[in-house]
Antibody, heavy 119, light 107 residues
Framework: QVQLGESGGGLVKPGGSLRLSCTVS????????MSWIRQAPGKGLEWVSH????????YYADSVKGRFIISKDTARNSLDLQMSSLRAEDTAVYFC????????????WGHGTLVTVSS | EVVMTQSPATLSVSPGDTATLSCRAS??????LAWYQQKPGQAPRLLIY???ARATGVPARFSGSGSGTEFTLTINSLRSEDFAVYFC??????????FGHGTKVEI
């Protein structure tokens, strides 16, 4: 069964760091374009970061550029998001999602992991 | 960045009704438009891609139409499980991949 499962969320102080992981099952990470998408409490969806099939091409939203790093660990079949210099406005549920055929719509989503940035 | 605007913000309907949701793009996205359904506490679920193609397992009462800058999601014969928030998303001009702010379909 095709599934995604995020982990690593929690409470962190402003300026702190956190690493999110997304474990993949039922398909091969290296065959898929992947993204992280977040949703602040009571708000809409915001795309955060994207990584290509081989992991060599990455994109970031302006709001996180220079602070977040996306990566694929094909050995662990895991998608990671290293977040640093966290701000209150980064507070959100973070979803990992698989793009459908190319870098397009998102057909498979994880359940999400909550990141709270607060002192 | 392509800005996606959804209307209305809230749609009040009754079971059995037809719901019509709109999504407008700030520039043409051709037919590279998806619709998602999200229920409280759950991840979004892909309903429609390429403006009108239903994703696997999506009931036929959900249909999408449009191209360019104007898109519509129609839900026929609304059922209780259809009351949720619906988002549109474009994937024509990226990055960033952009979403609308959502339409809440409520009873």
């Amino acid at each position: 069964q095709v599934q995604l499962g995020e982990s690593g969320g929690g409470l962190v102080k402003p300026g702190g760091s956190l690493r999110l992981s997304c474990t993949v099952s039922g398909f091969t990470l290296s065959d898929s374009y992947m993204s992280w998408i977040r949703q602040a409490p009571g708000k809409g969806l915001e795309w955060v970061s994207h990584i290509s099939l081989n992991g060599r091409v990455t994109y970031y939203a302006d709001s996180v550029k220079g602070r977040f790093i996306i990566s694929k660990d094909t050995a662990r079949n895991s998608l990671d998001l290293q977040m640093s210099s966290l701000r209150a406005e980064d507070t959100a549920v973070y979803f990992c999602a698989r793009h459908t055929f190319g870098p397009d719509a998102f057909d498979i989503w994880g359940h999400g992991t909550l990141v709270t940035v607060s002192s | 960045e392509v800005v996606m605007t959804q209307s209305p913000a809230t749609l009040s309907v009754s079971p059995g009704d037809t719901a019509t949701l709109s999504c407008r793009a700030s520039q043409s996205v051709n037919r590279k438009l998806a619709w998602y359904q999200q229920k409280p506490g759950q991840a979004p679920r892909l309903l429609i891609y390429d403006a009108s193609a239903r994703a696997t397992g999506v009931p036929a009462r959900f249909s999408g139409s449009g191209s360019g800058t104007e898109f519509t999601l129609t839900i026929n014969s609304l059922r209780s499980e259809d009351f949720a928030v619906y988002f549109c998303q474009q994937y024509s001009v990226w990055p960033p991949w952009t979403f609308g702010h959502g339409t809440k379909v409520e009873i």
